[in-house]
């Protein structure tokens, strides 16, 4: 199978984590020069913001960055139905309520004007997330936090290497969340980051990800063990260094299998509108005026061809058991595009060989 994601590791991650193994220091708890830091500095360069701080998963980036920001009981946030459930699991778990917004048709990403609508007196922040790996348009978003005084808290767990207006992903939010889950353009297997330019959050995150405490045992706040360990920092540090050959091969791919099914009148393809640089995390297309039903037969066709096609996001979050109660209304445009959309393999294994298979493939079943 030509999977949709993979990890790509070899000798320089396994002989990092051998170094901490051998050196005994697992944690960076109690401990300065770590690998967490020193991971920490290069993908705030990286990022090209003042501070990151390394957590255990994207979904605990979200959730202290809520913390942080003040979100709580009686706080409302507004963010996107059509992504991964984390974006409002993490709302949820700081005790605050999520209200969905429609996205755009074009992009899959939040729509700023339905964010504007959406705020209310008790809106505290809005979480857009850079789908696929497309940042939002953050300019309208600035201007709607700008006027409302809300905190912009960006999910950019797909958007490693991804640019808006010449500047990474992560860069014009409050605070940008980041995960390097196993499938994700950069892998610690698990893990998370939290990017930041404001002096006062970085003031309150490392002690927040680490039992609120500022000297050892004694906290001064609400925390938690949010903490990432140095053999997951040390695979991040190889990655990162790796991660403009991948996100190369990733556009690569992406312009071929772009090129090649150009001509396929039921698709639709992915958009990169000017100015932006896609880190395309997933290639996802869309089959135009299609039922759910025959997209999964064209999904499952794929997969006996040994083609992982996958789909993101078959339930928007707004229609899923638990969190229905949290929406009233329907949001049109999310709930048509899960019906519509599925992905495609691009990650850097995979070869032009391969995507000429997958274009003729894909071709031929629509055929
Ligand atoms: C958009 C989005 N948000 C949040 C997360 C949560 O990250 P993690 O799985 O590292 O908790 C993910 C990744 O899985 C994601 O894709």
Redesign the pocket.
């Known amino acids: 199978m030509i999977s949709i994601n993979k990890p790509l590791l070899d000798e320089r991650e396994v002989e990092a984590v051998a170094r901490v193994l051998r050196s005994g220091r697992l944690t960076s708890r109690t401990e300065s020069g770590s690998m967490v830091a020193q991971f920490e500095t290069a993908f705030a360069e990286f990022v090209r913001t003042k501070h990151a701080f390394a957590v255990n ?4 980036a ?1 959730y202290l960055s809520l913390l942080a920001s003040k979100v709580g009981p009686g706080s409302e946030v507004v963010l996107p139905s059509f ?2 459930v ?2 409002a699991e993490a709302v949820v778990l700081a005790d605050a309520t999520p209200v969905f917004v429609d996205i755009d048709p074009e992009t899959y990403n939040t729509d700023p004007e339905e964010v504007e609508k959406a705020v209310t007196g008790k809106t505290r922040a809005i979480i857009p ?1 850079d ?1 696929y790996g497309l940042p939002v348009e953050m300019k309208t978003f600035n201007e709607v936090a700008e006027k409302h005084g809300l905190i912009i808290i960006e ?1 950019a ?2 958007a490693h290497g991804a640019q808006y207006a010449g500047k990474p992903a992560g860069s014009f939010a409050d605070l940008a ?1 980041w ?3 196993a499938s ?1 353009n950069l892998t610690t297997g ?3 980051m939290i990017t930041t330019n404001s002096d006062e959050f970085a003031e309150k995150l490392p002690s927040m990800r680490s039992h609120g405490e500022n000297e050892e045992y004694i906290s001064s706040m609400v925390g938690g063990n949010f903490r990432m360990p140095e053999m997951e920092a040390a695979i991040g540090s190889v990655q990162l260094q790796k991660l403009p050959a991948f996100l190369e091969r990733r556009q690569r791919n992406a312009e071929r299998l772009a090129a090649k099914l150009q001509k396929v009148k039921d698709l639709k393809l992915p958009i990169v509108p000017e100015g932006y640089i896609h880190s395309w995390y997933l290639f996802t297309v869309r089959l135009k005026d299609s039922t759910e039903k025959k997209r999964d037969e064209i999904v499952e066709e794929l997969r006996k061809l040994g083609i992982g096609a996958t789909v993101y996001y078959r339930v928007p979050i707004h229609m899923m058991p638990f969190y229905r109660k949290y929406c009233i209304t329907h949001l049109p445009n999310t709930e048509k595009a899960a019906t519509q959309v599925f992905s495609l393999p691009i990650h850097p294994a995979v070869t032009a060989k391969q995507i000429d298979f997958i274009a003729d493939s894909l071709q031929n079943l629509l055929q």
């Open positions: 998963n994207g979904t605990a979200l992504t991964f984390s974006t997330v789908l999910d767990a797909q969340c995960s390097f889950y994700k698990e893990g998370g």
